[in-house]
């Protein structure tokens, strides 16, 4: 693996300085352990900027638990005899700065040669016990916010393809997809918000269906409300759409209920699979505007674009509604 500089941290007792094979760590009393592991293929050219976005995505997950990212370990897959060695320094630089934007220790890792590079953390977080937010905490009433904008998946797409403006997309998606939700895991720990996920492979669509489903309740989008990126209805229209979109679309056609007036380029971009995209909150109305405000402090973007619903007739427990 490439040589990082990785700073020494006291909660590290043993571990990759000293060439171990683990690494052990001091554990805060009174926490529990959030686990998760998450890579991919570059979805940007900047290595760099890949290494920052594949670390904020596989971060994100104990955010969107309502925890705290405590150590990570490298995984690497790399073409090492036919790509520069310095390709793969600069997307571990990035990896490695993510994580210790995110108050994290980096502690290993594990790499391999493979013809396709790939790149990605297993995370542990730590948690308070009592304030864990889940798929299964949406509550009937409550307002529905998103932290980030959509649209990862089409602009990668064009990204790849190498569409006109594609250097200005890149800017674009990276400076998204590479910013940590810390502060939605914040807002979670703070509010005592029950109900969160981040946005990533199925879509806000296919995510807000496993959270209707798991609460035992209904969703409703207002389409207009959901925040996009600069080009991404433009480059939609024209049908750049990537399989993935179109498969969660497919998948989930039978749980979700459009109003005849909501254009089918929003409804491609609820189910537009993001990587790291935002963390969606479900947030009793006493404390929106409270969490609002606390979010957008921060310099999140916090739209709200829908209501989780009691269900009945027009909307069947588990499904999801989209609106004008």
Known sequence: MAELN??????????????????????????????????????VDDPYQFGQIAAANALSDVYAMGGEPYSAMNIVCFPIKTVPKEILGRILKGGLDKVLESGAMLVGGHSLEDDEIKYGLSVSG??????????????????????????????????????????VMEQELSGWAARLNAAGGEAIRRFDITGATDVTGFGLGGHLLEMARASRCAVRIDAGAVPVMNSVLELASMGLIPAGSFANKSFCRHTVVIHPDVEEVRVDLIFDA?????????????????????????????????????????????????VP
Do not use: C
């Not at 889940?134 to 307002?143: A, E, F, I, T, Y």
């Not at 739209?303 to 999801?320: Q, Y």
């Open 274 to 322: 993001q990587t790291s995209g935002g963390m969606v909150l479900s947030v009793a109305p006493h404390e929106l505007s409270d969490v609002l405000d606390f979010l957008r402090a921060r310099g999140e973007q916090a739209a709200v674009f829908g209501t989780v619903l009691d269900p009945d007739g027009n909307a069947p427990l588990g499904s999801l509604m989209i």
């Open 6 to 43: 990785i700073p020494l941290d006291d909660r590290l007792l043993v571990g990759v300085r000293d060439s171990e094979d683990a690494a052990v760590v001091t554990f805060p009393p009174g926490r529990a352990l959030v686990q998760t592991v998450d890579f991919f293929t570059p979805i």
């Open 126 to 167: 730590t948690v308070d016990p009592e304030k864990v937010a889940s798929n299964k905490g949406l509550r009937p009433g409550d307002r529905l916010v998103l932290t980030k904008p959509l649209g990862t998946g089409i602009l990668a797409t064009a990204i790849k393809g190498r569409w006109e403006g594609a250097d």
